[in-house]
């Protein structure tokens, strides 16, 4: 299974946020942030974090498909 972080960053611009915004709001170290550009897997810690920062459901930030 591959991950895409791709509804991340969107719901970022929809609610005109930075990366660094998030990081800070979600109390995540930065080469978490790096692994999340380059769509490598996290902790589901990691996304609760983002999640409860956004107030938004797993769904909304990260997407699983069949993949390299």
């Known amino acids: 299974m591959a991950v895409s972080y791709k509804k991340l960053w969107k719901l970022l611009i929809d609610r005109n946020m930075s990366k660094a915004d998030l990081r800070r709001a979600a109390g995540i170290a930065p080469n978490t942030m790096t692994k999340l550009n380059r769509d490598e897997e996290v902790t589901l810690e990691t996304l609760g974090k983002i999640c409860a920062a956004l107030s ?5 930030i990260v997407e ?3 993949g390299a």
Request: proline content about 0%; charged content about 40%.
């Open 56 to 60: 938004v459901d797993i769904g909304d």
């Open 64 to 66: 699983l498909f069949e």
